[in-house]
């Protein structure tokens, strides 16, 4: 069965420094989303991508988050310098069409600022 | 804005006993209401979405526009069962945008 996939499963980096996740959706799906946890909290929204454009961000994703698809099969999350308080677990997630339909998400990114 | 409220953090059940697991919604529009589940050391996976009406693994779910809720329920709860249910709403047409719950565990004793 396809999954999506997350590499890598764990990244620890220093406050300031710039890291990329990396996440390869379903092949044929064609709406691309990054969510985020904080340990104990919700699991937000961040970003949705399609048509190689951000389609809808939240309030989070400032200056700091980009995305790209720099080719067919990946989409990166990349945090410019990173602070203590982006440590949370990334959920990169994928969907065959937009609205009402089953996104599938990754393993998911363990982000540790230390 | 959307909402979504799942007041129980955890919900510790007897195998066999029947399990309820709350949610209730805040929306203005007609949601898209979904149950997504994480088994231990797994991913999060989709178990089941209003408008399908299906009853997945036992569980069922029902929309209920009057008191804006989306209650999880399975008669008879099973150790299998036992994971983080989250519940999540999708309110704008044209992207699933998912707004989730807190999470309730969910643990099933033998």
């Known amino acids: 069965e396809p999954e999506v996939t997350q590499t890598p499963s764990h990244q620890v980096t220093q406050m300031g420094q710039e890291v990329i996740l990396r996440c390869v959706p379903i092949?044929?799906?064609?709406?691309f989303y990054w969510y985020r946890q904080i340990l104990g909290q919700k699991v937000e929204f961040l970003v949705s991508?399609?048509?190689?454009?951000?389609?809808?961000k939240s309030e989070i994703f400032d200056d700091q988050f980009s995305v790209e698809r720099p080719d067919g099969s990946n989409f990166t999350l990349k945090i410019r310098s990173t602070k203590l308080e982006d440590s949370a677990m990334y959920f990169c997630?994928?969907?065959?069409?937009?609205?009402?339909?089953?996104?599938?998400f990754g393993q998911g990114t363990r982000l540790t600022v230390v | 804005a959307q909402r979504v409220t799942q007041p129980e953090k955890l919900l510790s059940v007897f195998k066999g006993a029947p399990v309820e697991l709350k949610c209730n919604y805040s929306y203005s529009g007609s949601p898209e209401l979904f149950w997504y589940v994480q088994y231990s050391r797994q991913r999060l996976q989709l178990l089941l979405r209003?408008?399908s009406r299906e009853s997945i693994k036992g569980f069922t779910a029902d929309l209920n526009k009057g008191e804006t809720s989306f209650h999880l329920k399975k008669p008879f709860a099973q150790e299998e069962d036992s994971a983080m249910y989250y519940c999540a709403l999708s309110g704008r047409s044209g992207y699933s945008t998912l707004t989730f719950g807190k999470g309730t565990m969910l643990l099933v004793s033998p």
């Open positions: 092949s044929n799906h064609l709406y």
């Open positions: 997630a994928s969907s065959s069409q937009g609205p009402n339909t089953e996104a599938f």
């Open positions: 991508f399609y048509n190689n454009e951000i389609s809808e």
């Open positions: 209003h408008i």
